[in-house]
């Protein structure tokens, strides 16, 4: 309820359920005019025999558009209380400006983001840069650590030098 009175939300889905559950009631009735077995007991059969079973098919009509009737009108209410439902979010859901805000926000979502992996990319360049001149620093100590054992030992070392560069032959 409103200042304004009760508000109904009207959708196509809400439309038709209703014209559906119409139907189905107008059946219903129908049905129960035309197929329901009067209250009369049957006339005895021939020769003192028993009377003739009963016709149960309109029973059978009966259950199948009594059961339509049930679920096109709890369909309606389903259907009705979607629509108030949603009706209740959209009138507590903060707008969207015509400016963009949803675009803003995205806009500063996504710089926060970059900016984030540029500090990311800056801190791995670091870490590489740290381990690279590391491992130049041992590579050169352990050479001259090499080095200076080879010279205090009294046994000359196995001559194992390669060049660099390979010499051109000879022609």
Not at 58 to 70: K, R
């Amino acid at each position: 309820m409103t200042e304004r009175g009760f508000q109904l939300q009207v959708s196509k889905l809400l439309v038709v359920a209703v014209i559906i559950a119409t139907a189905a009631t107008g059946a219903l009735v129908v049905t129960l005019l035309t197929s329901m077995p009067s209250g009369q007991t049957p006339a005895p059969g021939p020769n003192g025999l028993p009377p003739p079973p009963p016709n149960l098919r309109p029973l059978a009509v009966f259950s199948v558009v009594t059961g339509l009737f049930v679920l096109s009108w709890l369909a309606v209410l389903v259907v009705f209380a979607r629509d108030q439902i949603l009706r209740q979010i959209r009138l507590h859901q903060q707008p969207l400006g015509p400016d963009g805000e949803l675009n803003g926000l995205l806009a500063g979502l996504r710089a926060e983001i970059a900016a984030d992996r540029e500090r990311d990319l800056d801190a791995l360049t670091e870490r590489l840069t740290d381990l690279t001149s590391e491992f130049g620093e041992r590579r050169e100590t352990d050479g001259y650590l090499n080095g200076m054992r080879t010279a205090t030992t009294p046994d000359p070392p196995e001559a194992n030098v390669r060049a660099l560069r390979r010499t051109p032959p000879q022609r």
